[in-house]
Nanobody, 124 residues
Framework: QVQLVESGGGLVQAGDSLRLSCAASGRTVSSYDMGWFRQAPGKEREFVAAKSGDNTYYADSVKGRFTISRDNAKNTVYLQMNSLKPEDTAVYYC???????????????????WGQGTQVTVSS
């Protein structure tokens, strides 16, 4: 069992940066593959980034702008978001799971544990 708590969201202007944090308790993040997803109003939850061991995965829409990282000592996963755009506006969720393939790591239904989400709003 693992509990996830996101933080770091807020209201920013286009071009600004934010760093989201996902603090884990119960089990260490090093035991899981970790992902970030987002959901905008009226849209389905979509994959943003994931980290499995030394491998990282990104949605095309964020590649080159977002970076996922993990600090095992702090039991925390981060999502550094640079050059933010209005279309990045969404609730961002942290998720954890195991035994992913290169295909399933992109699928929200395959993640077992989820945080409550943090709102990111980017104004133009």
């Amino acid at each position: 069992q693992v509990q996830l708590v996101e933080s770091g969201g807020g209201l920013v202007q286009a071009g600004d940066s934010l760093r989201l944090s996902c603090a884990a308790s119960g089990r260490t993040v090093s035991s899981y593959d970790m992902g970030w997803f987002r959901q905008a109003p009226g849209k389905e939850r979509e994959f943003v980034a994931a980290k499995s061991g030394d491998n990282t995965y990104y949605a095309d829409s964020v590649k080159g702008r977002f970076t996922i990282s993990r600090d095992n000592a702090k039991n925390t996963v981060y999502l550094q978001m640079n050059s933010l755009k209005p279309e990045d506006t969404a609730v961002y969720y942290c998720a954890a799971g195991k035994d992913f393939t290169i295909v399933t790591i992109y699928l929200p239904t395959k993640y077992r544990y989820w945080g409550q989400g943090t709102q990111v709003t980017v104004s133009s």
